[in-house]
């Protein structure tokens, strides 16, 4: 896992012209440098100071947006969606497959940095439940294998496209 520096930090905030506007747009780049998928406390501390903007305002930014986590996670974090009806198309058994595929707990990360397990709420595709969210993407319809899958090509690394392809020749979608 690499390990972002200050230089790095500075660098990126540099290339939004310190400018505060674009708040989000540089702690996106910094959780995507990071290594561990969030933005670190001492890193939110060096934007708050750099950008002239509270500490307070950066967490409550951090904390709003469900992209964000002041923890570290995983490079790939799969959610899966708890609310009804997903509920009701057997979440239970999906969370089961997931932490089966995966050798971890819901709320845990492997230990090769790759994937993180959590919940969320719905993304808006019930009809297609149960559902899994990873980055942008959703993925619906899910089965044992499906989830196998997933859980495979995110280990590899595979990008959106990739997965769409392997699942696709599994089943309909
Ligand atoms: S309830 Fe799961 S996507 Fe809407």
Do not use: H
Request: net charge negative.
């Amino acid at each position: 896992m690499q390990n972002l520096s200050k230089d790095q930090v500075l660098k990126i905030m540099e290339r939004y012209e310190n400018d505060p506007q674009q708040l989000i747009a540089v702690l996106l780049d910094i959780q995507a440098a990071s290594g561990v998928n969030c933005v670190e406390k001492q890193w939110a501390q060096l934007a708050a100071d750099v950008l002239k903007v509270p500490l307070s305002k950066i967490f409550d930014v951090l904390t709003f947006y469900a992209m964000f986590s002041t923890e570290p996670r995983g490079e790939f974090v799969i959610e899966i969606c708890r609310s009804m009806p997903c509920f009701f198309t057997k979440t239970a058994e999906v969370v089961r497959w997931f932490e089966t595929a995966a050798g971890i707990k819901m709320g845990e990360t492997t230990a090769d940095g790759k994937i993180s397990l959590f919940y969320t709420s719905c993304v808006g595709a019930c009809d297609v439940g149960p559902v899994a969210k990873i980055g942008d993407d959703v993925f619906g319809n899910l089965s044992e294998e499906k989830v196998k899958t997933l859980v495979k090509c995110c280990r590899e690394g595979k990008s959106e496209p990739q997965v769409r392809q392997e699942l696709q020749s599994l089943c309909q979608n």
